[in-house]
């Protein structure tokens, strides 16, 4: 079966650095994505990743491993606004998003 | 960046009335836009995915008759929920495909819905 892991929260501090991980197991795989969700709102995209390796955004990185079926998100220089919960999706080769449950990240002062 | 709006943002509605929702793409063409619904501390669920000028198709489990779904043109998608009921109560969020963004076959997002059926 398809099956997304992510932890379900996480805490750090501001002006730390935190690392949110995926693993997948999906039929086919046409690229990773990491989208950030404020509560109450929808998702905006945050990554991209097709290829294995590291993609760098300002603060946020994504990584992917596709033999190891893992990909995480790490964000620096955290800030208050980060508080959020931050959802990996896998697109399936019937080019289908299939959704991780969202790591939902608590930001302490 | 690519724009995707919804109206309305929120919404309350009597028990078996029936209510629309519309996602526009605002400065870009969506051959094929998503409609998700999103319960509370839930992920997203995905509802139907729309094509423009054709049928939606429907995940299993989700009424086609219950949930209508139209995408006249590339930039917009309705859905509407019919005689809707208390259980309809949710987060609805609709997204669109970019196919001009590259490689990347990204969805982006409206900002939402909320519907409350009291």
């Known amino acids: 079966g398809q099956n997304i892991d992510q932890p379900t929260e996480m805490t750090a501090t501001e002006g730390a650095i935190v690392q949110i991980n995926c693993t997948y197991q999906?039929?086919?795989?046409?690229?990773l994505f990491w989208y950030q969700q404020h509560a109450g709102e929808a998702p905006t995209f945050l990554s991209y990743n097709v290829l294995d390796g590291l993609e760098e955004k300002g603060r946020f990185s994504s990584f992917l491993s596709r033999s190891k079926g893992y990909s995480y998100l790490l964000l620096k220089e955290l800030q208050m606004k980060d508080s959020a919960s931050y959802l990996c999706a896998c697109m399936d080769s019937n080019y289908q998003l299939i959704w991780g449950a969202g790591t939902k990240l608590i930001i302490k002062p | 960046g690519a724009v995707v709006s919804q109206h309305p943002s929120w919404v309350i509605c009597k028990s078996g009335t029936s209510v629309k929702i519309e996602c526009r793409s605002l400065d870009f063409q969506a051959t094929t836009m998503f409609w998700y619904r999103q319960f509370p501390k839930q992920s997203l669920m995905l509802m139907a995915t729309s094509n423009e000028g054709s049928k939606a198709t429907y995940e299993q489990g989700v009424e086609k008759d219950k949930f209508l779904i139209n995408h006249a043109s590339l930039t917009l998608s309705t859905l509407t929920v019919t005689s809707a009921h208390p259980e309809d109560s949710s987060f609805y969020i609709c997204s669109a495909r970019d196919l001009t963004s590259g490689e990347t076959d990204t969805q982006y997002f409206g900002p939402g819905t909320r519907l409350t059926v009291l």
């Open positions: 999906t039929s086919g795989f046409n690229g």
